[in-house]
Each structure stands twice: as C-alpha cells, then as structure tokens.
C-alpha cells in the first residue's frame, strides 16, 4: 500500500495571506493530501486582507495541525511528505528556518523539511530588503531551501489580482510537478489582448 503525497502548506502573518489560502483551493480538487499549519499571526493578517473567516481556511485542508503541537505528525521526519511551501513568509519564520531556533510547528516543520532533504519553498513577503534578511535568504539557498518571493508575471497580461496570485502559486507548485489549471507559459510569443 502506497501513503498519500502529502504537502505541507504553513501561513504565516506576513502580508499577502491570499498566497496561502489560494494555494489551498488549488489544491483541493487534486489527490494531494494538504496539512496546514496557520499562525497566529496569519489568522489577524487574514481578517486585515481577506472576508476569509479562519474556520473556513482550515476547512480548506485535509488536516490542521495547531501552530502550538510540536509533537505534531508534521514535526517529524519519519512522516513522508513532498516538502512545505510557507505563503506567505515572513521575515520572522524565514529566521527561525535559517537558524533552527524554532518556536511554532510553523518553523519546526520548515526545519523538519530541509534535514530530510525535501523541497522547501518560501514565498518570501519583504521589501525592501536589507543585508541581513538577503544573508539569511542566501544561507537558506544553501540549505536547500528555494526562495520564490511572489512576483507577478506581466507578460500574462493578468486579468485581475487573482490571476497573479494563481501565476505566481502555479510557478510554485511546478517546482513539485503539481499541474493546476490556467498557467500561462511564456512561448516566445506575445499574448493577445483579452
């Protein structure tokens, strides 16, 4: 009997939460067995950015865990996953990943993911950026760990702020070959007005 393919999805409170809770709606029609862990935080950054409530969010996933349970399945390394996305991530959690000081299962789990050598994807949400935070994103590369930064893709001609936040979530999940509908790839050739 084969296990699920399972996909940590972590939220944390940077700005930008729609990353995360779209990243989920992508993901639910697909076989994909999503586990998130949300922060605090993220839940006040979703009532500033979104009319998402956070019941509906976690309804979203196949298994919450609390960001407080570091006995969670997820912390551990023996638990088979495809890796983790963070979307967003802030600063803070990049910090407690790059270090291995971890204080939530948030950046347990992240830390969890780069020992076992999986794929770890940051969606990254600063700007500007100082050295400090540009070392910590160099240290976490040579840790393993991909650092996507959610940039929109123009040469989409992108319709509406949820066809960037799509692009920019279907960049993401091509890096673990998960196919989601509405990609537009860049053929050399320019797009036609919509």
Not at 59 to 84: E, Q, R, W, Y
Not at 107 to 135: N, Q
């Amino acid at each position: 009997m084969t296990e699920p393919t399972r996909l940590i999805i972590g939220i944390s409170g940077a700005s930008g939460v729609i990353y995360g809770v779209r990243l989920l709606e992508l993901l639910k029609p697909t076989a994909i067995e999503t586990h998130l862990v949300m922060s605090k935080a993220a839940e006040l950054t979703l009532s500033y950015e979104t009319q998402y409530k956070a019941e509906q969010v976690k309804a979203l996933a196949d298994v919450v865990h609390s960001p407080k349970n570091i006995g969670a399945s997820i912390a551990s390394g023996s638990f088979k996953t495809a890796g983790m996305i963070v979307a967003p991530c802030s600063i803070k959690s990049m910090g407690e990943i790059a270090t291995g000081i971890t204080s939530s299962l948030l950046s347990r789990a992240a830390d969890v993911v780069l020992k076992e050598r999986r794929k770890l994807v940051l969606m990254v949400r600063e700007t500007p950026l100082h050295t400090g935070h540009l070392r910590t994103m160099t240290s976490l590369s040579e840790m393993g760990a991909i650092i996507a930064p959610p940039v929109p893709a123009f040469y989409a001609r992108p319709a509406d702020l949820q066809a960037m936040v799509d692009h920019s979530l279907a960049r993401v999940l091509d890096l673990y070959d998960i196919a989601v509908h509405g990609l537009v790839r860049w053929t050399g050739d320019p797009i036609a007005p919509k």
